[in-house]
């Protein structure tokens, strides 16, 4: 039982880094739109963690297939799909000299997808404090 609260732990912090990846991008874009940067700066910071927090996402999913977490995996699967497809068709990267007509879009998929991490957080919370609670 020690190691299902450690997995659960362990998928919880990967969520939390997803969590704060996009919460980072969603905060720069809103500085841009607010004028508080530069439009370099902006893209640099938003697609340097691109690929990490796709990553962490992959990997967030992983942990939930090795330890049978069935439906957290799938709760997860399309988030990870929307992240390959992206990646796959090359437009996982913020240009700057298009920053600006991309803004509303871009920010609306980012608060997308923090309600669906927020989503899966309360899942993973009540999930870690079931296993808890059953030991």
């Known amino acids: 039982m020690m190691g299902d609260l450690l997995s659960w732990l362990l998928a919880f912090f990967l969520l ?56 957290m995996c799938l ?13 796959t068709d090359r437009r996982h990267l913020l240009d700057v000299t298009e920053i600006f007509n991309q803004l509303p879009w871009e920010k609306k998929i980012r608060l997308y997808k923090l309600g669906y991490l927020g989503i899966l957080l309360v899942f993973s919370i009540i999930s870690m404090v079931w296993s808890i609670v059953a030991e």
């Open 75 to 87: 709760i997860c699967l399309p988030y990870l799909y929307y992240d390959v497809k992206v990646y």
């Open 16 to 71: 939390v880094a997803v969590l704060a990846a996009v919460l980072y991008q969603v905060m720069c874009l809103a500085d841009l739109e607010n004028d508080y940067i530069n439009p370099y700066d902006s893209a640099s910071e938003i697609n340097r963690l691109v690929v990490p927090e796709f990553v962490l996402q992959g990997a967030l999913c992983f942990v939930h297939l090795v330890m049978g977490h069935w439906f």
